[in-house]
């Protein structure tokens, strides 16, 4: 399948001629049997994603510590699985990786509201982040490595917007579904969601030997034209762990209706961009929409401070998400393109790591700025910090010039 903005031949544009170019395709049946198991991963995270919070909040008494205590053990969780589960792919593969991760992100779901103690909804969120990490990390190095690498921006846009699509509707209907049925059925529906897309994990293909050795953790770390990028979009990923934890609670009673229009405006944001980014990376490169999609996130966040003002909130979540997509796809992007395919694995930890560690320390650290000093505040407070990640964005832009600058 190819976009019907894309032509399968340039130059003399017949196809015939000896400057016609044959682009790739771009989707194949294995990459099909990946969405389905992105969808059933990121319907069962996504479907429980604030629901889990609320949840923690309502019945362990614990307000809003216990709600930033809930998703702040889901990120711990899942950066400690992100970092050991390059080694487990190495050893195991792709396809153990993948199914071993969506018991463990689907099982638990289905138990969340046997009990109600913070305890219990903490033990649930640590082993459902553990799975996460693996479907996330396994399945983002296989994904990558199923995509031509001259279309690389727009396949991981089109995947993005294949995971996309279950947030814009799973996060939005998971608090809708929860206030009017209860959380129970809400936690069934994310455990069989995951569970179900286990069928398809057979027919995907095994990661392949590669001749040079796989890029360790510690060594990706280590290098700067990861780093920067990585560092950059936990910035931004800080934005996304407050807005879908706490919105629900910084929003007065009186608009509670638009919680659910913000929380689907954000990821349809989100989902947008980063199809708009990967078009635009893969003909001007993904380098200059960095620091964009940061100055984007932050403005949003602040924005988004005026939570007693419709308009406002609306308007503040959809800016966020832009600039969190754009800084989505620009950054794994630009991560994939610096790596050869022994690196896959380590880029795809690393993202994630920035993704799920600046989510859990945006809920972990909002959550008890708040208390103090009132929502607006916090959120304020927020887009400030985020500024400081201009200072990798602005280094790394100047170092890539510099390396193109270079003779070759």
Known sequence: ???????????????????AVVRPRL??????????????????????????PLYAQESSGGGSNAAGLATGALML?????????????????????????????????LVLTAFDNIGWIVAVCLLRGLGFALTVVAGGALTVSLIPPERRGEG??????????????????????????????????????????????????DREPTPDRPLGMVAGFRTP????????????????????????????????????????????????????????????????????????????ILITALTGNPVALVAGVALFGTGFGVAQNATLTLMYARVTASGY????????????????????????????????RAFALTAALMLIALLPAWRDRVADRAAAAQPR
Not at 247 to 257: E, I, K, M, R
Not at 348 to 372: E, K
């Open 225 to 300: 034209g990861l780093l920067r990028p990585t560092l950059v979009f936990a910035t931004t990923a800080l934005g996304a762990g407050i807005v879908v934890t706490f919105l629900p609670s910084a929003v007065p009673s009186t608009y509670t209706g638009l919680v659910a229009v913000a929380l689907f405006v954000q990821p349809a944001a989100s989902t947008a961009a980063r199809w708009a980014a990967g078009r635009h990376g893969d003909r001007h490169g993904p380098a200059g929409l960095v620091v964009p999609g940061l100055l984007a996130s932050a403005a949003g």
């Open 27 to 52: 989707v194949t049946r294995a990459l099909l049997l990946r969405f389905v198991t992105v969808i059933g991963a990121s319907t069962s995270f996504f479907l429980l994603l604030s629901v889990v």
């Open 77 to 109: 969780a899942t950066v400690a699985g992100e970092l050991i589960t390059p080694r487990f792919v190495n050893r195991y593969g792709y396809r153990v990786s993948l199914a071993v991760g969506l018991v463990l992100l689907g099982a638990p779901a």
């Open 1 to 19: 399948m190819t976009s019907s903005a894309d032509p399968q031949t340039s130059g003399t544009g017949t196809g015939t001629g000896p400057a």
């Open 156 to 205: 991981l846009a089109l995947t993005g917007i294949v995971a996309g699509v279950p947030s814009l509707v799973g996060l939005p209907a998971g608090v809708w579904l929860a206030t009017h049925f209860g959380y129970t059925p809400v936690a069934v529906a994310g455990g069989v969601a995951a569970l179900a897309a286990i069928v398809v994990v057979p027919g995907l293909p």
């Open 345 to 376: 694995g380590a880029v795809s930890a690393l993202w994630n790591v920035a993704y799920d560690a600046g989510m859990g320390v945006g809920a972990v650290g909002f959550g008890a700025l708040a208390g103090p000093v009132g929502y607006p």
